[in-house]
T-cell receptor, first 112, second 113 residues
Framework: LAKTTQPISMDSYEGQEVNITCSHNNIATNDYITWYQQFPSQGPRFIIQGYKTKVTNEVASLFIPADRKSSTLSLPRVSLSDTAVYYC?????????????FGKGTRLHILP | NAGVTQTPKFRVLKTGQSMTLLCAQDMNHEYMYWYRQDPGMGLRLIHYSVGEGTTAKGEVPDGYNVSRLKKQNFLLGLESAAPSQTSVYFCASIMREGTTEAFFGQGTRLTVV
């Protein structure tokens, strides 16, 4: 598992684009980058995963530079309902890594 | 297709009592995990299993035991509950290869008084 560093908290306003960056300097060749979202009183929910360049789905985009030592989760035009904790995980889950370890995540607070 | 189901959803225990939390998944997943989450904190891994009949310790295993007798079920036991085990417990499962997508249950809120 690669150690990850992400901001503890962020505030933004409705309608804005939010970018959350995660640093993972010791990412390994087979590691994937995965982001989860957790609302209060619920279990985490998978948002997006990627290996390199850019991945986009109906919820978010994930940008990964060529050196893969960081990644950025981008949430377009956020709403109040995007207030949640966002976790960045890096590893070869189901392969080399058996454990799925969550860090403290980034607490995103969307303001009206 | 129910996904990952945890039983019970809520429980209050007295110090020293024992209980078992059940996690059931119907997706034929190999890997299963138990986490605890204290207020305002991230998830901490208690125990996990990489297949039927296997278990392993996570970050905070003390005071808990687990069993995976059937592939679809992962049980978490508290032999002698303590107030420090008051927490929300989440179970998760993942397919073995080629994915990083874990599926989580709805959580069990446990209070030990």
């Amino acid at each position: 598992l690669a150690k990850t560093t992400q901001p503890i908290s962020m505030d933004s306003y409705e309608g804005q684009e939010v970018n959350i960056t995660c640093s993972h300097n010791n990412i390994a060749t087979n590691d994937y980058i995965t982001w989860y979202q957790q609302f209060p009183s619920q279990g985490p929910r998978f948002i997006i995963q990627g290996y390199k360049t850019k991945v986009t789905n109906e919820v978010a985009s994930l940008f990964i530079p060529a050196d893969r030592k960081s990644s950025t989760l981008s949430l377009p035009r956020v709403s109040l309902s995007d207030t949640a904790v966002y976790y960045c995980l890096v590893g070869d889950f189901g392969g080399r890594d058996d454990k799925i370890i969550f860090g403290k995540g980034t607490r995103l607070h969307i303001l009206p | 297709n129910a996904g990952v189901t945890q039983t019970p959803k809520f429980r209050v225990l007295k110090t020293g009592q024992s209980m078992t939390l059940l996690c059931a998944q119907d997706m034929n997943h190999e890997y299963m995990y138990w986490y605890r989450q204290d207020p305002g904190m991230g998830l901490r891994l208690i125990h996990y299993s990489v297949g039927e009949g296997t278990t392993a310790k996570g970050e905070v295993p003390d005071g808990y035991n687990v069993s995976r007798l059937k592939k679809q079920n992962f049980l978490l036991g508290l032999e002698s509950a303590a107030p420090s085990q008051t927490s929300v417990y989440f179970c998760a499962s993942i397919m073995r290869e080629g994915t990083t997508e874990a599926f989580f249950g709805q959580g069990t809120r446990l209070t030990v008084v």
